[in-house]
């Protein structure tokens, strides 16, 4: 059974930082490549960052230079590092996994940024 589990979100103050984690558990992890993405209330979820087998990776403009995403085969997790967070963050994060026709989903953490 193939379960992908989000922590990490959490209510910050704009400018703060939260790191997400997502343990992967089920599939050959190392084989997948790996997302993460979000959905805000009343708009469409969007892709934020993505990271290859190999280890590239790719950012949504709204991100770049702020967030980070990183792969740790070893533990089957992959992080998503968010700094200097804006109130445009705030939405339900998910995890991704991918390798060809597979695609899994986690079951998405809340960030909320505000003051």
């Known amino acids: 059974q193939v379960q992908l589990v989000e922590s990490g979100g959490g209510w910050v103050q704009p400018g703060g930082s939260l790191r997400l984690s997502c343990a992967a558990s089920g599939i050959i992890f190392r084989t997948y490549a790996m997302d993460w993405y979000r959905q805000a209330p009343g708009k469409e979820r969007e892709l934020v960052a993505d990271?290859?087998?190999?280890?590239?990776?790719n950012y949504a403009d709204s991100v770049k230079g702020r967030f980070t995403i990183s792969r740790d085969n070893a533990k089957n997790t992959v992080y998503l590092q968010m700094n200097s967070l804006k109130p445009e963050d705030t939405a339900v994060y998910y995890c991704?996994?991918?390798?060809?026709?597979?695609?899994?989903w986690g079951q998405g953490t809340q960030v909320t940024v505000s003051s």
């Open positions: 991704n996994a991918v390798y060809y026709r597979n695609n899994y």
């Open positions: 990271i290859s087998r190999g280890g590239s990776t």
